[in-house]
């Protein structure tokens, strides 16, 4: 008993063997495991992870919040870090990565304080004062720029897109981007909401030959070809549906007992009777392209009912996807029809021209001249964009996918704050040296604290120099002269293997990005801080 106690009072603070330290200790040992793990995916030349799940599906990314998604975290605290590089997805899209290493750093330097007898509470605290001055360095160092500057934008966006796998494409992919938000914003309240832009991934050809398409979108579902239904339509009358075009069925506990085949023909002939009925209906009131939505209480569409269409040259895409009904109604401004009452030309979307398209990986169907709508349907149709990014192989593209949804978040941060500030660790050194600054200029434990968290910022300059194969302490040591020196714009050019004006080569980041990653990193090492025993419920 004696001896676990000794071993105990080693791992406390100050000496000290109770609980709570050893807890505190142990949780963040287990938060910067996390952050470690995915340290050497930052930066330009971070390296990608091959994440192979159980189904056997592969997914190779250095998105930080796709890799941390992905992995079975079952420490408390660890899942902390999960959900701190969601939220910053969320907030600014972009930095997701960063602020795990961010976060991780400041956790090191917290557990520094701790082992030399600082109270938890006075080292959150300090931190959150850190924060707080951490974020008024940012906003003076940024600046302010004009959203209609589109080559600025795509600047951002390049930046953005320079440590993904698609690197080599964003001259492509970054202009797209910028042109789709841009299309989607709402210019009243600078917001831009991009449930508005679909990303649709298709096999064959190159990233390259990603395509935008404004006035259109497409379709995954291959057009139904069941006895040799139409695949090409001029002047489209598109009409989207949500009920089920296929002979109405019993209650699940009732039964029909049929005695001889005569009445088996009288059903049979009853069924027929009624699907035609419903197809005469639909090709009177004038539709040629039927969007039926995937029934989940039985079979939206039959095989009969695909022949008669067919035989009436009504083209027909079955099984869509209720989460995709909001965006068809937005792109094309036909409005959800429900029961066959409702089948009325004013709510159709009109387009000049619906046509099915072979790929590599399967058949499209592409609806480009979409008309100004009808007078009902006038406030259903919104500003979208669809892009259809072309890859490979599924794994290329499935990332060329992740990596512009980046690109549009950095767009959209930008739309939100149009601020921007230098990248390759430029705003971090900035922010050491006048936190270090400051913390000269206090007395007590909280010079203590603040010189620790400033220096805690160091770790993103020096891991971006790390991972470009430079060597760190000299890349790290030259870039605090320079910004000493008054060179702010300065950071880590990891292609030439130097540092210099990262304005001059077109480095920059969203000032929303840094901001969002300073303060959620400094409010989770708060948090963890404040954790004295973890309590099992049950």
Do not use: W
């Not at 707080?132 to 360095?137: C, H, M, V």
């Not at 392209?289 to 209480?297: A, E």
């Amino acid at each position: 008993m004696s001896t676990i106690t000794q071993q105990k009072k080693g791992k406390g603070t100050a000496g000290s063997g109770d609980k709570q330290s050893d807890v505190r200790m142990a949780n963040i040992a287990a938060a910067k495991t996390v952050a470690d793990a995915i340290r050497t995916s930052l930066g330009p030349r971070g390296m990608d992870k091959m994440i192979a799940q159980e189904k056997g599906e592969v997914v190779i990314t250095n998105d930080g919040a796709t890799i941390l998604d992905k992995l079975q975290v079952t420490h408390p605290c660890a899942k902390m870090l999960v959900e701190l590089s969601k939220a910053q997805d969320v907030e600014a899209g972009d930095g997701t990565t960063s602020v795990v290493v961010l976060c991780g750093s400041l956790l090191k330097a917290a557990q520094s304080l701790l082992l030399k007898g600082i109270h938890p509470s006075d080292i959150q605290a300090s931190f959150m004062e850190g924060g707080r001055l951490a974020s008024t360095i940012l906003n003076d160092m940024a600046q302010q720029i004009d959203i209609e500057d589109r080559k600025t934008l795509i600047k951002a966006a390049v930046t953005s897109l320079s440590s993904k796998v698609v690197s080599q494409n964003s001259s492509a992919l970054a202009p797209m981007a910028v042109d789709s938000v841009y299309r989607v914003r709402d210019v009243a309240k600078q917001n831009v909401d991009l449930t508005n832009i679909k990303v649709v991934t298709c096999l064959g050809g190159t990233v390259d030959d990603t395509e935008l398409i404004t006035n259109g979108m497409i379709f995954k579902q291959k057009a139904s070809q069941a006895a040799g239904g139409p695949t090409r339509i001029q002047n489209a009358k598109i009409a989207l549906i949500q009920f089920q075009l296929s002979a109405p069925k019993t209650d699940m506990e009732m039964q029909v007992a049929i005695k001889d085949y005569q009445q088996i023909d009288r059903v049979i002939k009853q069924e027929r009777m009624y699907i035609l009925k419903l197809c005469k209906q639909i090709q009177e009131s004038g539709c040629n392209v039927l969007l039926i939505q995937k029934s989940i209480l039985r079979d939206a569409v039959s095989d009969q009912t695909l022949d008669f269409l067919a035989k009436m040259k009504i083209m027909v895409l079955k099984d869509i996807e209720r989460t995709d009904v909001d965006f068809i109604t937005k792109t094309l401004g036909c409005l959800p029809i429900s029961s066959m009452d409702n089948l009325k030309p004013e709510k159709f979307g009109h387009a000049d021209l619906v046509a099915q398209e072979s790929t590599p990986e399967g058949k499209i169907v592409r609806v480009t001249g979409v008309k100004p709508p009808t007078e009902a349907s006038k406030g259903m149709l919104t500003p979208t964009a669809t892009v259809l990014i072309k890859g490979s192989n599924n794994l290329l593209a499935a990332e060329a996918e992740r990596s512009f949804h980046d690109a549009l978040c950095v767009v959209r941060s930008i739309v939100k704050n149009p601020a921007i500030v230098a990248g390759g660790g430029a705003s971090e050194i900035q922010i050491s040296l006048n936190l270090q600054k400051k913390a000269r200029e206090l007395a007590g434990v909280q010079s203590y604290c603040i010189k620790a968290y400033a220096e805690a910022f160091e770790t993103c300059p020096y891991t971006l120099a790390e991972n470009a194969g430079l060597n760190p302490i000299r890349t790290v040591t030259e870039l605090r002269n320079k910004h000493v020196a008054g060179e702010k714009g300065c950071g880590i050019n990891v292609r030439k293997g130097c540092v210099s004006d990262m304005a001059a080569e077109n480095v920059v980041v969203p000032l929303l990005v840094p901001l969002s990653a300073v303060k959620l990193a400094t409010e989770t090492v708060g948090m963890i801080l404040k954790i004295d025993d973890i309590v099992q419920s049950r």
